[in-house]
């Protein structure tokens, strides 16, 4: 058991990387990881929250795209902040079907505002984490999202959500078995404006294989849009 996770206060952004901590969240207390830039990356204004999938199917801040996602935008100087939903993990709760999770993401969004009020902040999520955090964009008004799989076409309305404020990155394997790729295609050309789409060959849902390759398509498509290093 983690320390403290019964009664949590707010905890501060380590100077150290990996350490599991506890939120209070709108459920309960939430787990969460900070990770600080990769040693040979110039550190930048930055920290990204990157939500993970499905909790019902075994989806944690653990995941192997979560973690991928998280270390491609430390390769590029920014800090990560992943996180549990409730429910899942350490974290209380119990699942919500993405409403009491978009609550969860905005704990999470105020209290890195509160620690970092200079920094961009940056949304990326996979699966239904895309979704959670494609939902609460409009009202956490980040500077970039990264939406990795979102799944359009299943148990989620995404016709109704409308696209962020800011630059928007879509990322989806061409041969997804449980994502349909042409329904996020059509998708993402009905919004306005669209996103930048990502399509990757003889890709499944989870990148089995493939996660190099995701690595470098987050790192390329968010080049553009990173703010300039700490001085």
């Not at 990326?124 to 999202?145: H, I, K, N």
């Not at 990155?169 to 998708?187: K, S, T």
């Not at 669209?194 to 996660?211: A, N, Q, Y």
Request: charged share 20%; with cysteine; glycine share 8%.
């Amino acid at each position: 058991m983690i320390s403290g996770m019964n009664t949590p206060a707010f905890p501060t952004i380590p100077t150290a990387t990996g350490h599991p901590l506890m939120l209070p969240g709108p459920a309960g207390p939430l787990e969460l990881v900070v990770d600080l830039p990769e040693p040979e990356a110039p550190p930048r204004p930055l920290v990204a929250v990157v939500c993970h999938p499905l909790p019902t199917e075994g989806g944690t801040l653990h995941n192997k795209v979560v973690t991928m996602t998280a270390r491609a935008l430390r390769e590029c100087g920014a800090a990560t902040v992943r996180f549990n939903f409730r429910g899942a993990g350490h974290s209380a709760g119990t699942f919500d079907h993405g409403q009491g999770e978009g609550e969860d993401l905005r704990a999470v969004v105020a209290w890195v505002r509160a620690q970092r009020p200079q920094a961009q902040l940056w949304l990326a999520g996979f699966s239904f984490g895309a979704y959670v955090s494609l939902r609460m964009a409009a009202q956490l008004q980040p500077q970039l999202l990264l939406s990795i799989a979102p799944p359009v076409g299943r148990h989620w309305d995404f016709a109704a959500i409308e696209p962020p404020n800011c630059p928007w990155l879509v990322i989806q394997g061409e041969d997804d078995e449980i994502v349909d790729a042409q329904a996020v295609r059509a998708w993402a050309e009905t919004r306005q404006p669209p996103p930048e789409l990502v399509l990757m060959p003889e890709t499944g849902h989870f990148f089995h294989r493939k996660l190099m390759d995701l690595r470098g398509a987050i790192k390329s498509g968010v080049r553009p849009y990173l703010p300039e290093p700490d001085t």
